[in-house]
């Protein structure tokens, strides 16, 4: 009894630690609350407090994990529900409380098998409050029951960087915080330890050297924090931010997979959106989008502004057709050879300037056929044909950056289109025909609607007006979705439970299926609708602009757009055309693979004044201008090269100080102080009990090739202790050369034993 009462009163970790456990804890509620998530994330805080102190207490006292987890569990389960359903649903009772939140997690289970957006915040909240609970009472139990201070900053530190790297939103303050508190606690644990060896050498306690140990660590904690505040405030982090931005890719593939799980959360800088431009998509029954800004762009008219697109139809939406992902330098070719993604004839080229206010992950955005993007690119090809099914960035993009591409936008009018004919490439007919899963009543709507029109462009035109124009279809960004054995397409035309209403992605892909049902080679395309004319031929693009459209391939011409969504205004009309003047098409010709683009020429486009242009994606009219990521780098390498000279000059200072503090001592003296100290960095070092000879004798053993050197320097210490003479030159030298063999394997050692403690600990 007398022993627990020890450990509750006074544990091996002390209770300082528990405060700064709690302050990390209270740092990342405050974070996730700062991300806002939720609009209710107030029990975050007492939920982190109360798991950081059951988490001590449970491991003070040492109660078998077997009970110990199930015991956490329920006291959490009780914290978690009772915090929550006060801050949810305050006017119930607490019987009515539970009872609230389990209708609640019905009705967003059901809500997201349907594949829909649940409007049931609960459930989240559930989910974030058990997160934190888990998070932070294994944090707190590490520490205080196996004393793994580490693997307790490890854990917290993760959950930080996930919810940091999930949003757009700042909250570098609370990862000051958070970062301070961890040092001060990975301090206090060293100091601990520190204390357990001077108890097992017998060495007396001087109360004021822990004090100076945890000043002199709270003075290099708060330096360390006011360099990373200095080193990023100048961007010196630079470098360092294409291992962050690397998770958005991550992010992109969660929200993928979970798109109607996540689409649904309030907070607006978050990388898990409604808005998806990933490999695939599945219609959710909802289309979430908001307001805010996304990209401006300069161009000579509005453009549909392209990323990705899709070929497979797989009845409920589309993917991607697996294929190689190839790295395109800044203003190379994307496609040196032939490839059907650029026309023949009736096109123009122009330079188009895009300027991010927020990103899509690695997303870049096209118009037209793209000829070059002046910065790093990766291609994704389709199939492993030569088209392009995506565009990414190959460097991580910033919000505020932009780059510019050579594009080549088409002016096929619709008597050149009309008289395109069906001479296909073999990548198109091999990615695009595809109509297995075209029901036959389908099928039969398309033949209907385009009965005795001939050519390809006639019938696609009609099948987008047929779409976009028939009364019967209404736009609507919350529609019914088809049950698990119905096709989206034929379920949207058909289903009376449709009612014929839903958004883009249903318009869309009724459009590609319908063509492709009359041998139409045609594909869904993803990116954003032209955006709001500004002035000076510059456009704003918002979010609310994303969307899904269909496109249909034409010999000589390449793709053409065709707008099927309702209240969708494709901001531009094909020219009739003479057919009497209609020459055929280019169809084999690539008359692109002869374009030089010359970077002087605008085209008339006032690119944007303010662009920061992403790392290789230096402005066009000035291949030899830096952009803003050659600037910063320059200052980069300007402060880290001078905060390596001040730490080399501080380093070299300390080291003459040193010599020459001992170049004063009696050679004896000088060559066990030099043995001593090096051997002690190394965790060895003499106990105050034993005599030269008794610790000599025991560094043998640990050197065993040593014992020469390590027995002179410790007769020379011997000899200039009793002697009382002064030493001869021969007998210095001979200490010095001892020291000499015995610095490369004391170094040894010392990295010996620092890996043999790291692997202990893993264990």
């Known amino acids: 009894m007398a022993d627990l009462r020890e450990r509750v009163l006074y544990p091996r970790a002390g209770w300082l630690s528990l405060g700064l456990l709690i302050v990390m804890g209270l740092a990342l509620s405050w974070a996730v609350q700062g991300a806002a998530w939720l609009e209710e994330l107030e029990f975050l805080p007492p939920v982190a407090f109360w798991a950081m102190v059951i988490g001590a207490l449970l491991g003070v006292l040492r109660i078998s994990i077997v009970f110990t987890l199930p015991l956490s569990a329920m006291i959490g389960v009780g914290v978690v529900l009772w915090a929550i359903g006060g801050e949810y649903h305050p006017e119930l009772g607490q019987a009515a409380r539970l009872d609230a939140l389990r209708t609640d997690l019905i009705g967003w289970t059901i809500t997201v098998f349907r594949t829909g957006f649940p409007a049931e915040m609960s459930p989240y909240a559930v989910g974030l409050g058990v997160l934190m609970w888990s998070t932070a009472f294994m944090a707190a139990y590490a520490v205080y029951r196996y004393h793994r201070v580490i693997d307790a900053i490890l854990l917290l530190g993760t959950a930080m960087v996930i919810n940091l790297s999930a949003t757009l939103t700042n909250l570098f303050p609370h990862l000051l915080l958070f970062v301070a508190a961890s040092l001060l606690l990975w301090l206090r644990a ?223 009018d619709e008597a050149q289109l009309t008289a395109a004919g069906t001479d296909y490439p073999a990548a198109v007919r091999a990615l695009y025909l595809d109509d297995a899963r075209v029901t036959d009543r389908v099928r039969e709507l398309a033949q209907e609607i385009t009965a005795g029109l001939d050519s390809p462009y006639e019938q696609a035109k009609a099948l987008a007006a047929y779409l976009q124009r028939d009364d019967s279809f209404t736009y609507d960004t919350i529609a019914p979705v088809p049950g698990p054995d119905e096709d989206l397409v034929d379920f949207f035309l058909f289903d009376p439970d449709s009612d014929r209403s839903g958004y883009c992605q249903y318009y869309a892909s009724s459009f590609v299926m319908m063509a492709r049902s009359l041998g139409l080679p045609a594909r869904v395309a993803a990116g ?156 060895v070092g003499p106990r105050p009990s034993e005599t030269i000879y008794e610790y000599s004798g025991w560094l043998e053993e640990q050197l065993p090739a040593q014992v020469e050197p390590i027995r002179t320097v410790a007769d020379g210490k011997v000899w200039q202790t009793y002697s009382g003479k002064r030493m001869t030159a021969a007998a210095t030298s001979r200490l010095d050369e001892a020291w000499a063999r015995l610095r490369l394997p004391l170094v040894w050692l010392t990295v010996r034993r620092s890996l043999r403690r790291l692997v202990r600990r893993g264990d």
Do not use: C
């Not at 969708?568 to 020219?575: H, L, N």
């Open 528 to 683: 954003f609708a032209p955006g709001d004319l500004l002035e000076n031929d510059t456009y704003l693009v918002r979010e609310s602009n994303a969307h899904a459209w269909g496109e249909v391939f034409f010999p000589g011409y390449g793709w053409q757009i065709f707008e099927s969504t309702k209240s969708i205004d494709p901001r531009f009309v094909r020219p009739t055309g003479d057919p009497s003047t209609v020459t055929p098409p280019g169809n084999g010709r690539d008359p692109l693979l002869d374009f030089e683009f010359d970077p002087t020429d605008r085209r008339g486009i006032n690119a944007l004044p303010s662009v920061d242009f992403i790392d290789g994606g230096v402005d066009a009219a000035r291949p030899d201008a830096p952009g803003a990521a050659d600037t910063a780098r320059g200052g980069n390498a300007l402060l880290v090269g001078a905060l390596l000279v001040g730490a080399a000059a501080f380093v070299w200072i300390r080291m003459r100080r040193a010599r020459r503090s001992w170049r004063f001592l009696p050679a004896g003296d000088r060559a066990w102080k030099q043995l001593t100290l090096a051997a002690d960095r190394a965790g």
């Open 190 to 412: 060293a100091l601990v330890d520190r204390q357990d060896g001077w108890q097992r050498r017998r060495v007396n306690e001087n109360l004021e050297v822990p004090a100076a140990i945890m000043r002199s660590g709270i003075v290099f904690a708060g330096a360390s924090i006011a360099l990373a505040w200095v080193l990023t405030s100048v961007a010196i982090a630079a470098p360092l931010t294409g291992a962050w931005r690397g998770l958005d890719g991550v992010w992109t593939g969660v929200q993928d997979q979970f798109e109607g799980v996540f689409g649904n959360l309030t907070n607006a800088q978050s990388r898990l959106t409604g808005s998806t431009f990933g490999g695939s998509f599945t219609v959710q029954g909802e289309w979430v989008s908001k307001d805010d800004p996304v990209l401006t762009v300069a161009a000579p008219r509005a453009l549909y502004l392209r990323t990705t697109t899709y070929d497979i139809y797989t009845g409920r939406g589309w993917d991607r057709s697996d294929g190689p992902r190839r790295q395109v330098a800044p203003g190379e070719r994307l496609f040196s050879g032939r490839t059907s993604e650029r026309p023949g004839d009736a096109y123009d080229i122009a330079t188009i300037t895009l300027s991010m206010h927020q990103t899509f992950g690695r997303n870049l955005f096209t118009a037209g056929s793209p000829l070059q993007v002046f910065a790093p690119v990766v291609i994704h090809e389709s199939g492993g044909q030569p088209v392009l099914g995506g565009i990414d960035a190959a460097n991580p993009i910033g919000t505020g950056e932009g780059y510019q591409v050579s594009v080549a936008i088409s002016t096929a």
